[in-house]
């Protein structure tokens, strides 16, 4: 498993396409929306200025990029050109090939976490405590395996051709809902609701909670614990069942 690991890193780092779009395109993003805003204003109840709030949102978009788009596009390949069989052949178990698709996966997500939050401190000047940038590097990176196991489902539910529409449905999707692009309580109140139930949001509030030097709130890490259950057992079910029809 660990060589599994040490191959998919070396193998996504290498690709200088996907690297753009998951380390530097979410900085770019930052950059565009908030260099605008003004440093000292504070947004509703939030307690935090603009740049403080969407250097997170920014940050969680850029892992999710990294974690659910990589795996599930990645995995769907790897199964018509029949690498997955012949991984099967090896005494690598299933649950070592799912665990190590989202530990691959969680470790290129962090150079987009690091861009964005360096991007933020020299350009707009977001100053934080030193242990709010080590708790909110670690929840962010931390709570991206529930999206890297979300990938490993969809690249086992979709074929090669479908995949591609089918996952950047799920990422634009969950990315608005979540309150990634614009803050959640500009949504209509019907829409608010549905928000809080939607992994993201609860993503992104671990590191609002820890920008306004609070702890994260017990009901954000609970669902996302309960989604990364549902997605590993989904992923995992997705890879008996595709075992068995091959």
């Not at 969680?60 to 790897?78: D, H, M, Q, Y």
């Not at 080590?134 to 995949?163: E, K, N, P, Q, R």
Request: proline fraction near 4%.
């Amino acid at each position: 498993m660990n060589t599994l690991i040490r191959l998919e890193v070396s193998r996504t780092l290498r690709n200088k396409k996907f690297m753009f779009f998951s380390v530097l395109y979410p900085a770019a993003l930052y950059l565009l929306i908030a260099s605008g805003a003004k440093s000292d204003e504070k947004l509703g109840d939030t307690g935090l200025t603009f740049p403080v709030l969407y250097m997170v949102s920014m940050a969680t978009f850029g892992a999710i990029t990294a974690v659910l788009i990589g795996n599930a596009e990645r995995i769907a390949k790897e199964r018509e050109k029949g690498w997955v069989r012949q991984l099967r052949l090896t005494s690598l178990p299933g649950r070592g090939y799912v665990t190590a698709k989202i530990a691959s996966a969680a470790v290129v997500s962090l150079p987009g976490i690091l861009v964005v939050f360096a991007i933020a401190a020299a350009a707009k000047g977001v100053r934080l405590e030193p242990w709010q940038w080590l708790a909110l590097t670690g929840s962010i990176w931390a709570g991206s395996c529930v999206f890297a196991a979300l990938g490993v489902a969809i690249g086992y539910l979709a074929t090669g051709d479908a995949v591609r529409p089918i996952v950047m449905i799920v990422y634009f999707g969950l990315a608005a809902l979540g309150g990634l692009w614009m803050p959640s309580a500009t949504f209509p109140h019907w829409l608010q609701k549905i928000a809080e139930y939607v992994p993201t949001h609860a993503y992104a509030g671990l590191g609002q909670a820890i920008e306004r030097g609070d702890a994260p709130g017990a009901r954000d890490v609970l669902l996302l614990v309960g989604y990364l259950v549902l997605f590993s057992g989904a992923a995992a079910w997705l890879y008996r069942k595709d075992t068995h029809k091959a």
